[in-house]
């Protein structure tokens, strides 16, 4: 028998007219859907006004590990099995990876029917610099943990994503206010794509105030990159004196220096300056 296939389906954040075409196909044809929330892709169907004819069983965080066998035998049995989380794209914060990564390590087809993500939608509201950012997930819970993390945020040029709760987001932003100032521009976007969307544009201060009486809904940050301060001439000799003095290639001498120097810029960016700089 041919072999069925994983699919990877976004599903809407908010409003259900957000759903593609595709995505709405597949709940009317999968043979399995494997949902974060049963109970919530139930209620995404009535909302598209499509019966499943498929079985439905849940996939989450707990129980993601001892679902992946037999969801691989129904692909190798020809199934088609259908992958949703209960908002947006899964995997990016959601559950999926143990099952994605199970049919790639044994040759079984996973193809992804793309649509709404939190992460996109922020950034894209956001009002900050686009063409270059990161992902980090959840801020970590206890303060000691987000301090060290934010301070490993202190340097980074791209602009930062991450998701919060509500009820930590206060806490969260003034640790961030504490760490990497109050002058850092950011937003706060709330219930992205739903009746009550907000979008909260400002310094950290600002929003750190805004947000000290509790803020409710899905949240997701928009951190602004760290503007770089190291000098470009300086690093750039001190990466010429690492290679010529040292003997050290550039890729490693660019690296070393980058490591050294919060603010600096990419280490490509400093590897294409420094063979400029020696033409």
Same mark, same amino acid.
Not at 83 to 88: C, E, W
Not at 132 to 151: D, H, I, V, Y
């Given at each position: 028998?041919?072999a069925?296939?994983?699919?990877?389906?976004?599903?809407?954040?908010?409003?259900?007219?957000d759903?593609?075409?595709?995505?709405i196909?597949a709940?009317?044809?999968a043979?399995?859907i494997a949902?974060?929330?049963?109970?919530?892709?139930?209620?995404?169907a009535?909302?598209?006004?499509?019966k499943?004819?498929?079985?439905?069983?849940?996939? %989450?965080?707990q129980?993601?590990a001892?679902?992946?066998?037999a969801?691989?035998?129904d692909?190798?049995?020809?199934?088609?099995?259908l992958?949703?989380?209960?908002?947006?794209m899964?995997?990016?914060?959601?559950?999926? %990876?143990?099952?994605?990564?199970?049919c790639?390590e044994n040759a079984?087809?996973?193809?992804c029917?793309?649509?709404p993500s939190?992460?996109?939608?922020?950034?894209?509201?956001a009002?900050?610099?686009?063409e !270059?950012?990161?992902?980090?997930?959840? #801020?970590?819970?206890?303060?000691?943990?987000?301090?060290?993390?934010?301070?490993s945020?202190a340097?980074?040029?791209?602009?930062?994503v991450f998701?919060?709760?509500?009820? !930590?987001?206060?806490?969260?932003?003034s640790? #961030?206010?504490d760490?990497?100032?109050?002058?850092?521009?950011?937003?706060?976007?709330?219930?992205?794509?739903?009746?009550h969307?907000?979008?909260a544009?400002?310094?950290?201060?600002?929003?750190?105030?805004?947000?000290a009486d509790g803020?409710l809904g899905?949240?997701?940050?928009?951190?602004?990159g760290a503007t770089p301060t190291?000098?470009?001439d300086?690093?750039?000799?001190e990466?010429?004196?690492?290679?010529?003095d040292?003997?050290?290639?550039?890729?490693d001498a660019?690296?070393?220096?980058?490591?050294?120097?919060?603010g600096s810029?990419?280490r490509?960016?400093? %590897?294409?300056?420094?063979?400029?700089?020696?033409?």
């Open positions: 028998m041919t069925g296939r994983l699919l990877v389906g976004a599903t809407p954040l908010g409003q259900p007219s759903a593609s075409v595709r995505l196909r709940l009317g044809s043979d399995v949902a974060e929330d049963t109970r919530r892709i139930r209620t995404l009535t909302a598209l006004e499509v499943p004819v498929g079985r439905i069983v849940s996939l %989450y965080d129980n993601e001892s679902r992946v066998p969801l691989l035998d692909i190798r049995s020809g199934a088609t099995v992958l949703v989380s209960d908002a947006g899964p995997l990016i914060s959601d559950p999926g %990876y143990r099952l994605v990564a199970a790639a079984l087809p996973v193809q029917l793309p649509g939190a992460v996109i939608t922020a950034l894209a509201v009002g900050l610099p686009s !270059r950012f990161c992902f980090e997930g959840f #801020a970590p819970r206890k303060q000691a943990a987000r301090t060290s993390w934010l301070q945020l340097g980074e040029p791209r602009t930062c998701f919060e709760s509500p009820r !930590r987001l206060p806490d969260t932003l640790d #961030a206010v760490v990497l100032g109050p002058d850092r521009r950011a937003a706060v976007c709330r219930e992205l794509t739903k009746t969307e907000e979008i544009r400002g310094t950290l201060g600002e929003l750190a105030e805004w947000a803020v899905e949240i997701t940050v928009v951190l602004a190291a000098d470009p300086a690093l750039i000799a990466v010429i004196r690492l290679v010529d040292d003997g050290m290639r550039v890729k660019c690296a070393q220096v980058v490591a050294a120097h919060p810029p990419s490509r960016e400093l %590897y294409d300056a420094v063979l400029r700089a020696r033409e």
